[in-house]
Structures are given as structure tokens and as C-alpha cells.
């Protein structure tokens, strides 16, 4: 995503952008089948005026689990 000409309190503009990438694996059989394993990835940049800079890595593991 792309942004430009953001309007800033300080009476100025600024620009933006994110570039998120999102992979995911899911364990077709065996003991493990259906644990799920998804790794999200994220970078954010904003020109000076914003002074916003932001790196993430998020990793996400799920299991069905039957209670009942």
C-alpha cells in the first residue's frame, strides 16, 4: 500500500507506505494433521514529517482440539 500527500497537523504533507507479506502451512496428515503454522511479516515507512517507522513479525500456530 501507498500513500502520498497525507495531510499532517503540522501544516505539511507526508507519504506512506506498507509492504505485508503472509505465508501459511498446514499439516495435511499424521499426529500433527491440521496444526496450522502462518508467519506474517510487515514493513511500514512514513516520510519524516510522520517520524514513523515500524518493522513486525508475527507467528501464529494453531491446533484443532476436539473437548467434547
Known amino acids: 500500500m501507498h500513500g502520498s500527500q497525507i495531510d499532517t497537523s503540522r501544516g505539511g504533507t507526508a507519504s506512506e507506505r506498507e509492504i505485508y507479506n503472509q505465508i501459511q502451512y498446514v499439516v495435511p496428515e499424521g499426529a500433527a494433521k491440521e496444526l496450522s503454522i502462518n508467519l506474517y ?27 467434547l
Open 41 to 67: 511479516g510487515s514493513i511500514y515507512r512514513a516520510s519524516r514529517d510522520l517520524n514513523q517507522d515500524l518493522n513486525e513479525i508475527w507467528l501464529f500456530v494453531e491446533y484443532p482440539l476436539e473437548l
